[in-house]
């Protein structure tokens, strides 16, 4: 029987499709889930809550990743030490004090420094900020480096941008205020010394009410210093 010669059809291999190189490397290892600074933010808040619950001292930065479900790597490249985390929980909580940069121009000035000092938010926001200014009170006296964090990143910032807002109200012909610097701070005295003063001698306020009652008086007493005659 005579042999076939004809040659066995090679089989042609599909042409895989062409991947972009950078499509590559976005693929390669885990996705982040969130940006460092949003990470630093819930880690902050976390570790806010163990201070609350066992003080700044007690707390450790082991404490603070097995609260926080992270590696140490993790944390240390955010934070180097306690006393950074503690400088973010301030700047996080800023807002919770002042509610500026805002637009309350077309408010008179006594309503829009209510809004600005946040008088009248619910009993919950209110607990949580007498919980940081007790927190806060209580640990700036045993470490001073957290006393002047305190500062640098709370009340100076605060400070400042109460004073840009009553500049503005200067220029507008809203006010009289020969020195933004100094009203921003007796202001500032005024109400979260009120604020502290009760957060050390008692649990809260005898009532919302009360606490909105007595902090429209401090503001309107001010106000009747600076409005135009």
């Not at 619950?53 to 926080?68: F, L, P, S, W």
């Amino acid at each position: 029987m005579p042999m076939s010669t004809a040659k066995p059809r090679r089989k042609i291999a599909a042409k895989k499709p062409k991947v972009p190189a950078d499509a590559t490397r976005r693929h390669r290892g885990r996705p982040k889930l969130m940006s460092d600074a949003e990470q630093a933010r819930q880690i902050a808040r976390q570790a806010r809550d163990l201070f609350f619950e066992k003080g700044y001292a007690r707390t450790t930065m082991d404490d603070i990743v097995t609260r926080c479900r992270i590696s140490k790597g993790t944390l240390y490249r955010l934070f180097s030490n306690k006393a950074e985390i503690f400088g973010a929980i301030i700047d996080d909580h800023r807002q919770t004090m002042l509610a500026l940069p805002g637009d309350y121009d077309a408010l008179p000035i006594d309503e829009a420094l209510a809004r600005i000092f946040l008088i009248e938010i619910d009993d919950e926001a209110n607990d949580a900020r007498m919980a940081l200014i007790r927190f806060v009170l209580v640990e700036v006296r045993q470490f001073p480096e957290l006393r002047a964090l305190l500062h640098t990143r709370g009340g100076d910032p605060s400070r400042q941008a109460l004073a840009r807002w009553l500049r503005r109200q200067q220029a507008k012909g809203r006010i009289v205020c020969p020195n933004a610097d100094d009203a921003a701070k007796a202001l500032m005295d005024l109400i979260f010394g009120a604020v502290a003063v009760k957060s050390e001698t008692v649990q809260q306020w005898p009532a919302r009410k009360e606490r909105i009652r007595y902090l429209r008086n401090c503001i309107r007493m001010f106000t009747q210093g600076i409005l135009p005659r």
